[in-house]
């Protein structure tokens, strides 16, 4: 089911996987390296908190509004083709934003940065899937790739504080640029080209549906505190979002070749992965956020400082990544889901107890919970979703379960900045109502961990998966008929709705 054609020489799978690995870590550096950079945006740029989420937003919404459209851009025009493209333009929105003059430049440019991101991961994780086909070598290679990109998030604030403290803020836009060129470079000598045998066609409307889902939610929650959360702008932009979750059930399920296909969703792994992912990563998302404004604005610490205190987060990250894949390959998902919701609630439940005073031991052990959950839970979250689904559509499923992540950090700054904006209590009380939310995430994570990778779970994804195969293939088989009769695949002819074939008979027990 793959076309594959190498450029250059051949050098193995250990090499596409390290520039895999190179790309996701430069990707993933921008989040948190963005985040200790964050007090020094506000006093250079005159930002009020709204803003500071924004500039992280902008980032996180964007890549998670266009990872599905960049993962099935990929399976079309080729896995590298669109890799290679997103480093360019990677590269170019970080130069920009280092040269931003005011913060609605910087936000407009960490937008830019973004629609190059979102061709990174997900592509990168379905260059991995399909390198990697047997399924232990498989987990263990999107162990090591979940390994360094939970590296980058973790090194990002150590990273971010030497920079910010010599070179200014603008630096750790710059320091992205060499990077990208490096593995653009890597990417064009010896990743083999790789596309689906079949390309789908484009879905306009599911994409509109999809920005005007994630993006509606995440300014209302950010903009609520300062225009009220009864205002009717607020409560447009919920109903937005509520109307574009109906559209997408049900013009997607309608279309011929969607952009977010329902059908995967009808399997309890998948399902169960996706909404993991929304939730581990709101934990995320909002510890990074409500972590660097509690160590430099209420701590005093600079840039620097509150960096190297998170060492112990990025050892723990660093350390507890490739266990999560050898943890998967040995006994699947749901043990590491499970370790992983665990230590995100033990670590942010004690930050819930931190103030001005509280003792660096404390913050230490917090920090080293907390690592230890963000490095196990990214790999049994890509191996559930990827479980039980047929490779061809891999770019696709990786991409929701990426899109899913990338939401739920942006929602995880979006909750707790407002809470905090939203507060006349000061920072050290709202922020313990914050950590208190983000505590019941990891919570929430290891119950739908248990819920998602049980046996019935597991079973009905194997059942599933098998119809959809079958499903896929007939499609596949009447797809020349079609195109004649649509005017060919892709852009030209009839994109419309149209009815999918029925599922497939069971097979026979």
């Known amino acids: 089911m793959f076309v594959t054609a190498v450029a250059g020489t051949s050098r193995g799978p250990t090499i596409v996987l390290l ?4 790309s996701v870590f430069v990707a993933g550096l921008d989040v948190t390296i963005a985040n200790v950079a964050l007090p020094s945006i506000q006093r250079g740029l005159h930002a009020p908190v709204s803003g500071l989420q924004w500039t992280i937003d902008a980032y996180t919404l964007v890549i998670a509004c266009l990872l599905m459209f960049s993962g099935s851009l990929a399976d079309r025009f080729g896995r590298r083709r669109v890799f290679q493209l997103g480093l360019g333009i990677f590269a170019l929105g970080s130069l920009l934003c280092g040269l931003a003059p005011s913060l609605g430049a910087l936000i407009a440019f960490r ?47 150590v990273l971010g504080g030497l920079l910010v403290d010599d070179f200014g803020w603008r630096s750790i836009f710059w320091v992205n640029v060499p990077i990208g060129v490096l593995a653009g470079y890597l990417a064009h000598r010896f990743v083999p080209e790789s596309k689906a045998a079949r390309g789908k066609r484009f879905d306009p409307l599911g994409q509109l549906l999809v920005v005007t889902l994630l993006g509606p939610v995440t300014a209302a929650v950010i903009e609520g505190p300062r225009h009220g959360w009864s205002s009717p702008l607020i409560i447009g932009l919920f109903v937005l979002a509520g109307v574009s979750v109906l559209g997408l059930a049900v013009v997607e399920r309608r279309r011929f070749e969607p952009l977010v296909e329902i059908r995967f969703f009808r399997s309890p792994a998948f399902s169960g992965a996706i909404v993991v992912g929304l939730v581990a990563l709101t934990t995320v998302g909002g510890f990074l ?7 430099q604005d209420v701590r005093g610490y600079s840039p620097l400082h ?39 609630a033990a670590g942010t439940g004690l930050l819930a107890g931190a103030g001005r005073e509280t003792g660096v031991w404390y913050l230490v052990l917090a920090y080293l919970l907390f690592g230890a959950g963000s490095g196990l839970v990214n790999t049994p979250i890509t191996n559930a979703a990827l479980s039980g689904l047929p490779r061809d559509q891999s770019g696709v499923a990786g991409a929701i379960a990426s899109a899913a992540r990338s939401t739920g950090g942006a929602i995880g700054v979006a909750v707790c900045g407002s809470i905090v904006a939203g507060s006349s209590a000061g920072f050290v009380p709202a922020s313990r109502v914050a950590w208190a939310v983000l505590a019941g995430c990891g919570g929430a994570t290891v119950l739908l961990g248990l819920l998602s990778t049980g046996r019935w779970a597991r079973a009905r994804a194997e059942r599933h998966g098998r119809q959809l195969s079958a499903q896929i293939t007939d499609v596949a088989d009447e797809q020349p008929e079609d195109d004649k009769r649509r005017g060919g695949p892709g852009m030209g002819g009839d994109a419309g709705i149209h009815h999918r074939p029925g599922p497939a008979p069971r097979p026979a027990p």
């Open 289 to 295: 956020f409500l972590n660097t404004l509690y160590l």
């Open 19 to 22: 520039t895999c690995c190179l």
């Open 306 to 344: 509150a960096g190297l205190l998170t060492i112990p987060m990025a050892a723990a990250v660093a350390v507890c990544s490739p266990v999560s894949g050898r943890i998967v390959a040995a006994r699947g998902p749901r043990v590491a889901l499970v370790l992983a919701g665990l230590l995100l």
């Open 111 to 157: 937008a830019v940065q973004a629609v190059g991101g979102s061709m990174l991961n997900p592509v990168a994780m379905s260059i991995v899937a399909t390198t990697f086909t047997e399924p232990a070598a498989r987990a263990r290679a999107v162990g090591a790739w979940g390994a360094v990109g939970g590296l980058s998030l973790a090194s990002g604030p």
